[in-house]
T-cell receptor, first 109, second 115 residues
């Protein structure tokens, strides 16, 4: 059983569409990070959210941390083929990072 | 500034053999963490080293071990390899011992295949 559940597992959309990826847990995390991983590469950090209810924007990407700090979402506006990859959320439990299983996103041109 | 370097990139080993993977962190970073990534289990934390000492450990059997040298480079060893050890092994470095908001910088990983 994953401590962090990500949904959906797979997402295949057309260029220009919007999408949301979810990361849910029954546990509280002191912070939550989102990473993107491309084939053959290691994960690259996109953002860290710390405060319950926090919203951060990174160009077309919007990240939200739930009020109770148990869940988070990543919304991509007008997806582009370059957004294709594995999106991972990771929760901080003390000094350990716990990762979700990830969402594989494919954006078709 | 060079990123995290892992060697080798690819490795094929036979069941029962042992393997050593290497990780050179970003210059100045003193913490190195190791993760195993598989399609079924995702990213699983193995252990973290800081100042040549193991500071945290995940739920892996004793066949998985590691060490860190005085220059912060780290090695991970897996003995008596099993087919289920086939995975992408990722190393991540951080400036200091991980805290809640520490960013981890990942290497490209070593793809280990056990046959």
């Amino acid at each position: 059983t994953q401590l962090l559940e990500q949904s959906p597992q797979f997402l295949s959309i057309q260029e220009g569409e919007n999408l949301t990826v979810y990361c849910n847990s029954s546990s509280v995390f002191s912070s939550l990070q989102w990473y993107r991983q491309e084939p053959g590469e290691g994960p690259v950090l996109l953002v860290t959210v710390v405060t319950g209810g926090e919203v951060k924007k990174l160009k077309r990407l919007t990240f939200q941390f739930g009020d109770a700090r148990k869940d988070s979402s990543l919304h991509i506006t007008a997806a582009q083929p370059g957004d294709t990859g594995l999106y991972l959320c990771a929760g901080a439990r003390g000094n350990k990072l716990v990762f979700g299983a990830g969402t594989i996103l494919r954006v078709k041109s | 500034k060079a990123g995290v370097t892992q060697t080798p990139r690819y490795l094929i080993k036979t069941r029962g053999q042992q393997v050593t993977l290497s990780c050179s962190p970003i210059s100045g970073h003193r913490s190195v963490s190791w993760y195993q990534q598989t399609p079924g289990q995702g990213l699983q934390f193995l252990f973290e080293y800081f100042s040549e000492t193991q500071r945290n450990k995940g739920n892996f059997p004793g066949r998985f071990s590691g060490r860190q040298f005085s220059n912060s480079r780290s090695e991970m060893n897996v003995s008596t390899l099993e087919l289920g050890d086939s995975a992408l092994y990722l190393c991540a470095s951080s400036p200091a011992l991980r805290t809640e908001n520490t960013e981890a910088f990942f290497g490209q990983g070593t793809r280990l295949t056990v046959v």
